[in-house]
């Protein structure tokens, strides 16, 4: 449980501990079957993700080709979608809120490494221990969100209550509430307003 804990303060710890190991291996198990099995029917599927992440809200749907760190510091809200293809590398929490929408091919990245390269490598104590330094900072999405395609989302960030993200951004910093924003490295472009409504082409087309 330290180890956890540490991983999760945002301070740095050792990756290559045996806890934390044992976590990711036990993670690639579960996403391994989750993937895989056909024989696994879709609430089977919802009971693998429930007994490995941290929150599943109802209604939320993961499809294939997820895959996780360690889950159990992955959060999801209620009625959440996620399409192919998402990775979740959550060495701190990734807190998604109700209503998210995220395209595939979509990564949620947590881990932070050292930047100098002898700092980065993985060493070996005296007793022939080996140690991998990283830190992890939290990344929170807010309640109605829309990530398009092939996004990530860097550790540290919060993307506010229902900003839209446009496909192949890479976000590096907060995004504010209710704003279009799209780039390498993602920025705000506008705000999302009443003007941007299709209440009138649906009622057009007869879907409302």
């Given amino acids: 449980a330290d180890a956890r804990a540490q991983m999760a303060s945002g301070d740095w710890f050792d990756a290559a501990g045996a806890v934390l190991e044992r976590d990711r291996v036990r993670a690639r198990e579960v996403m391994l079957r989750f993937n895989t099995d056909p024989a696994l029917s ?17 209604g939320t749907d993961v499809s294939l080709g997820a895959q996780v760190d360690y889950g159990y510091q992955t959060f999801m809200g209620r009625n959440c979608f996620f399409n192919f293809n998402c990775t979740f590398l959550d060495g701190a929490p990734i ?34 221990t080996g140690h991998v330094w990283e830190r992890s900072l ?12 092939n996004v990530t989302v860097n550790a540290g960030v919060t993307i ?44 057009e087309a007869g879907l409302v």
């Fill in 95 to 128: 807190t998604f809120g109700d209503d998210v929408g995220v395209g595939p091919g979509c990564s949620f990245v947590t881990p932070l490494h050292p930047l100098l390269a002898r700092e980065r490598a993985r060493c070996e104590d005296a007793g022939g």
């Fill in 138 to 149: 939290p990344i929170t999405v807010e309640s109605g969100v829309w990530i398009a395609a």
């Fill in 42 to 58: 879709a609430e089977e599927r919802v009971d693998l993700l429930r007994g490995l992440f941290g929150r599943l809200g109802e």
């Fill in 160 to 203: 506010g209550e229902g900003a839209v993200i446009g496909s192949g951004s890479v976000v590096t910093r907060d995004i504010p509430p209710r704003t279009l924003a799209y780039g390498n490295p993602c920025r705000p472009v506008r705000a999302i307003t009443e003007a941007d409504s299709v209440a009138d082409a649906l009622a």
